[in-house]
């Protein structure tokens, strides 16, 4: 499966953006789905996952109650929902596939197998 990030821009703190990330190659339904970032001189680090039918999410501690996930199978489609945005979200934000049956969410990065391209959010003060 490919996947293709996009969505990330400048915005101002307290904004808002939709990243977007689109499967090809194999439907999006087979695989959970996170979404991770990586900050300069940082490791990537687990955001937002979700199941293969959206009935179950998670989040990093960082990110609760800001940011959300859904997933439309039918356009391949995975969706993370950034509002209130701090300068400390400012990263690269890749989109991640893991097609184990390993028991709820993973929010490690090898336990998914494909990964896209990464887009840059950037958080202004």
């Known amino acids: 499966v490919q996947l293709v990030e996009s969505g990330g821009g400048l915005v101002q703190a307290g904004g808002s953006l939709k990243l977007s990330c689109t499967a090809s190659g194999r439907p999006l339904s087979i695989y959970e789905m996170g979404w991770f970032r990586q900050a300069p001189g940082k490791e990537r680090e687990f955001v937002a996952g979700?199941?293969?039918?959206?009935?179950?999410?998670s989040f990093a501690d960082s990110v609760k109650g800001r940011f959300s996930i859904i997933r439309d199978n039918a356009q391949n489609t995975v969706y993370l929902q950034m509002n209130n945005l701090k300068p400390e979200d400012t990263a690269i934000y890749y989109c991640?596939?893991?097609?184990?049956?390993?028991?709820?969410?993973?929010?490690?990065?090898?336990?998914?197998?494909?990964w896209g391209q990464g887009t840059q959010v950037t958080v202004s003060s």
């Open positions: 979700i199941t293969r039918s959206g009935g179950e999410t």
């Open positions: 991640a596939a893991d097609a184990s049956f390993t028991p709820g969410i993973s929010t490690y990065t090898f336990e998914y197998e494909y």
